[in-house]
Protein backbone atom coordinates (compact mmCIF):
# COMPACT_ATOMS: atom_id res chain seq x y z
CA UNK A 1 0.00 0.00 0.00
CA UNK A 2 1.43 3.23 -1.25
CA UNK A 3 1.73 6.30 2.00
CA UNK A 4 2.23 9.83 0.74
CA UNK A 5 3.10 12.27 3.30
CA UNK A 6 3.35 15.65 3.03
CA UNK A 7 4.97 19.08 4.37
CA UNK A 8 5.96 22.14 4.42
CA UNK A 9 2.92 24.14 4.80
CA UNK A 10 2.88 27.00 6.98
CA UNK A 11 1.80 30.85 6.66
CA UNK A 12 3.51 32.77 4.84
CA UNK A 13 2.59 36.63 3.86
CA UNK A 14 1.76 37.75 0.33
CA UNK A 15 4.82 37.36 -2.31
CA UNK A 16 6.86 35.30 0.14
CA UNK A 17 7.64 31.50 -0.77
CA UNK A 18 7.19 28.01 0.25
CA UNK A 19 8.33 24.70 -0.28
CA UNK A 20 6.85 21.62 -0.35
CA UNK A 21 7.33 17.86 -0.25
CA UNK A 22 5.37 14.84 -0.34
CA UNK A 23 7.23 11.60 0.07
CA UNK A 24 6.46 8.22 -0.99
CA UNK A 25 6.69 5.14 0.71
CA UNK A 26 5.27 1.67 1.13
CA UNK A 27 5.37 -1.66 -1.05
CA UNK A 28 7.47 -1.34 -4.19
CA UNK A 29 6.44 2.04 -5.21
CA UNK A 30 5.47 2.82 -9.01
CA UNK A 31 3.87 5.75 -10.62
CA UNK A 32 3.27 7.23 -13.85
CA UNK A 33 2.66 10.47 -12.50
CA UNK A 34 2.52 12.64 -9.31
CA UNK A 35 0.24 15.57 -8.78
CA UNK A 36 -0.46 18.30 -6.15
CA UNK A 37 -4.22 19.84 -5.78
CA UNK A 38 -5.84 21.86 -3.05
CA UNK A 39 -8.50 22.55 -1.53
CA UNK A 40 -10.09 25.75 0.06
CA UNK A 41 -12.66 25.41 2.38
CA UNK A 42 -16.11 25.46 0.68
CA UNK A 43 -14.53 24.98 -2.34
CA UNK A 44 -13.59 21.54 -4.92
CA UNK A 45 -10.47 19.95 -5.04
CA UNK A 46 -8.57 21.64 -8.23
CA UNK A 47 -5.59 20.73 -9.57
CA UNK A 48 -2.30 22.44 -9.13
CA UNK A 49 0.27 20.83 -11.12
CA UNK A 50 1.72 17.16 -12.68
CA UNK A 51 4.82 15.56 -13.08
CA UNK A 52 5.36 12.43 -14.97
CA UNK A 53 7.70 10.52 -13.26
CA UNK A 54 10.02 9.22 -16.37
CA UNK A 55 10.40 12.45 -18.22
CA UNK A 56 9.75 15.21 -15.50
CA UNK A 57 7.37 16.77 -18.10
CA UNK A 58 5.51 19.13 -16.46
CA UNK A 59 1.86 20.95 -16.63
CA UNK A 60 0.32 23.69 -14.56
CA UNK A 61 -2.61 25.08 -13.63
CA UNK A 62 -2.98 28.72 -15.34
CA UNK A 63 -3.54 30.08 -11.79
CA UNK A 64 0.04 29.13 -10.67
CA UNK A 65 1.80 29.19 -13.80
CA UNK A 66 5.00 31.32 -13.75
CA UNK A 67 4.56 31.22 -10.01
CA UNK A 68 4.82 27.44 -8.93
CA UNK A 69 7.55 24.94 -9.84
CA UNK A 70 7.10 20.80 -9.31
CA UNK A 71 10.10 18.74 -8.87
CA UNK A 72 10.21 15.08 -8.31
CA UNK A 73 13.64 12.94 -6.70
CA UNK A 74 13.83 9.53 -8.13
CA UNK A 75 16.05 8.13 -5.37
CA UNK A 76 14.30 9.57 -2.60
CA UNK A 77 10.54 9.06 -3.82
CA UNK A 78 9.82 12.52 -3.41
CA UNK A 79 7.86 15.65 -5.40
CA UNK A 80 8.05 18.58 -4.29
CA UNK A 81 6.28 22.21 -5.22
CA UNK A 82 8.16 25.12 -5.00
CA UNK A 83 5.50 28.18 -4.56
CA UNK A 84 6.70 31.68 -4.95
CA UNK A 85 4.83 34.60 -4.97
CA UNK A 86 2.37 33.36 -3.49
CA UNK A 87 -1.13 35.38 -2.80
CA UNK A 88 -4.12 34.97 -0.57
CA UNK A 89 -5.96 32.81 -3.32
CA UNK A 90 -3.53 30.17 -3.35
CA UNK A 91 -4.91 29.47 0.63
CA UNK A 92 -5.53 26.15 0.73
CA UNK A 93 -5.30 22.46 2.42
CA UNK A 94 -2.78 21.14 -0.48
CA UNK A 95 -2.71 17.27 -1.23
CA UNK A 96 0.29 15.37 -3.19
CA UNK A 97 -1.94 12.56 -5.38
CA UNK A 98 -0.10 9.32 -7.14
CA UNK A 99 -1.20 8.17 -10.15
CA UNK A 100 0.20 4.34 -11.32
CA UNK A 101 -0.50 3.47 -14.72
CA UNK A 102 -0.44 5.23 -17.83
CA UNK A 103 -3.77 4.88 -19.86
CA UNK A 104 -3.91 7.15 -22.62
CA UNK A 105 -3.65 10.65 -21.40
CA UNK A 106 -0.54 12.57 -20.96
CA UNK A 107 -1.06 14.41 -18.31
CA UNK A 108 -3.70 14.02 -15.81
CA UNK A 109 -5.68 16.85 -14.24
CA UNK A 110 -8.33 15.33 -12.64
CA UNK A 111 -8.46 14.35 -9.28
CA UNK A 112 -10.47 11.38 -9.78
CA UNK A 113 -7.90 9.92 -12.37
CA UNK A 114 -5.48 9.17 -9.26
CA UNK A 115 -5.04 6.61 -7.10
CA UNK A 116 -3.32 7.28 -3.71
CA UNK A 117 -3.72 10.48 -1.62
CA UNK A 118 -1.57 12.28 1.24
CA UNK A 119 -3.41 13.76 4.28
CA UNK A 120 -2.61 17.54 2.98
CA UNK A 121 -0.71 20.27 4.43
CA UNK A 122 -2.13 23.52 4.73
CA UNK A 123 -0.68 26.55 3.57
CA UNK A 124 -2.11 29.93 4.43
CA UNK A 125 -0.79 33.31 2.49
CA UNK A 126 -2.17 36.81 4.36
CA UNK A 127 -2.32 39.81 2.92
Known amino acids: QVQLVESGGGLVQAGGSLRLSCAAS????????MGWFRQAPGKEREFVATINWNDESTYYADSVKGRFTISRDNAKNTVSLQMNSLKPDDTAVYHC????????????????????WGQGTQVTVSS
Open 26 to 33: GGAFSSYA
Open 97 to 116: ASRTFYSGQYYYTDPAKYDY
